[in-house]
């Protein structure tokens, strides 16, 4: 079935060692994005089973069944529409605008927004440009690992489906209905798609993380040191919309500690 206009956006998670911790933004916002692309995939899914059903039975023996089956899938084209509108010109610009305000609140320590996190970013920099930086240095660390575990499992499932579609491309008595229903479902944005920008997101971060290593390294002339952070900067944030991927909590919640670590330990090489 058609994906439709699926959007998701990367949130970053709160990281570092906190008493305190606190990310209101993520609460308020992210949760809604996440509870839309669950929406979106339990709809997706549902018409990849139903145009599957279509193929199975007979509209001459069951026309009742059929035009039912029909129907349904209707509605959840419709459905997968409405939930990536809602997502791409509502609930992910949202999220992101407030996200962005809380981002250069700390960086600049002024109150863009009336709700702030509390133990979000990690460092002693004052300089906005400096603390700047070290923030996306930070979100590139936790992003990076994020999107690495996201895209290990997207390689299992990716390689199931290709083995399913392979087998019945090259098996003769397969009907061709069902061989582009499944090329259909796979060559998706949910499937196939959302594994190609997986990749190409975990490059990007690798990237992002290693430029900013090497700039707190080599520490350049003040000029030179700005004007890298910010193309550095700009470089991670127009990562995150090209690939338009949401980070899972879930994964950040296991990592969060060893990551922690390795940022404290990184701060205290680079004597950040």
Not at 217 to 238: D, H, K, M, S
Not at 239 to 263: G, M, P
Request: with cysteine; charged share 20%; aromatic share 14%.
């Amino acid at each position: 079935m058609n994906s439709g206009n699926r959007f998701l956006a990367i949130s970053f998670l709160p990281t570092g060692d906190r008493m305190s911790r606190s990310d209101p933004i993520r609460t308020n916002y992210y949760t809604a994005v996440q509870t839309f692309e669950v929406m979106s995939d339990v709809s997706f899914y549902l018409g990849a089973l139903l145009s599957y059903l279509v193929l199975v039975i007979n509209r001459g023996t069951h026309p009742d069944a059929y035009s039912l089956i029909l129907l349904l899938f209707g509605i959840t084209v419709i459905a997968l529409f409405s939930f990536g509108i809602m997502l791409r010109l509502y609930l992910v610009p949202r999220a992101e605008d407030n996200r962005r305000l809380d981002f250069f609140s700390s960086a600049c320590n002024v109150s863009l927004i009336h709700q702030q996190t509390e133990g979000y970013y990690n460092n002693n920099f004052t300089d906005p440009i400096k603390r700047m930086a070290a923030q996306t240095f930070e979100n590139s660390l936790f992003s990076k690992e994020i999107v690495l575990r996201m895209v290990r499992r997207e390689r299992y499932k990716i390689a199931l489906y290709a083995l399913i579609w392979v087998v019945l491309l090259f098996n003769r008595r397969t009907e061709l209905g069902w061989i582009v229903a499944v090329t259909q479902t796979i060559f998706s944005e949910q499937i196939f798609s959302k594994w190609l920008r997986l990749e190409w997101l975990r490059t990007r971060h690798e990237k992002t993380f290693t430029d900013f290593y090497k700039l707190f390294q080599t520490r350049p002339p003040v000029t030179t040191f700005n004007a890298l952070a910010l193309e550095g900067i700009t470089f991670y944030e127009t990562s995150k919309a090209n690939a338009a991927i949401i980070l899972s909590s879930k994964i950040f919640d296991e990592l969060n500690e060893r990551l922690s670590a390795e940022w404290n330990s990184i701060q205290t090489k680079l004597n950040m």
